[in-house]
């Protein structure tokens, strides 16, 4: 068992937080309609279809997601952990909103990520409070 099972196992976390095993497979999914959706939205920048201002939220997405499992746990930080969370809710709501008239099946496709990462930003939310001090 590892050190960072351990310590997540430790946390205080809300009675209405999902069993851990769910978290994969939900991302399971996840990844694949980000890689098919972001990739389009990449595609079509590439080709000139979009502007790069439309494609910038899609990339800080990306970043900010990729960044969550290495803060949270490699350095076991809750707080900056959560201003990550809040920074993928953003990019990506910002991202589904300048895309929706030029792509609307990636904004709906993502409505999920979008359901995902709102109930994650909570539960972070939550974890960072009840663990504060």
Excluded at 3 to 24: R, S, V
Excluded at 94 to 114: I, Q
């Amino acid at each position: 068992m590892s050190n960072t099972y351990l310590w997540y196992q430790t946390l205080i976390k809300p009675t209405w937080a999902p069993p851990a095993w769910i978290f994969g497979p939900v991302w399971t999914v996840l990844y694949i309609i980000i890689a098919i959706s972001f990739g389009f939205i990449f595609y079509q920048v590439y080709r000139r279809k979009l502007s790069w201002a439309v494609a910038l939220p899609f990339g800080l997405n990306l970043v900010f997601n990729l960044l969550f499992t290495p803060i949270q746990f490699g350095l076991q930080n809750n707080l900056l952990a959560s201003v990550d969370i809040i920074l993928v809710l953003i990019t990506l709501a910002t991202a589904l909103w300048l895309v929706r008239r030029r792509a609307k099946w990636v904004a709906v496709a993502n409505l999920p990520y979008l359901a995902w990462v709102s109930f994650a930003t909570v539960l972070q939310l939550t974890v960072t409070y009840l663990n504060w001090g």
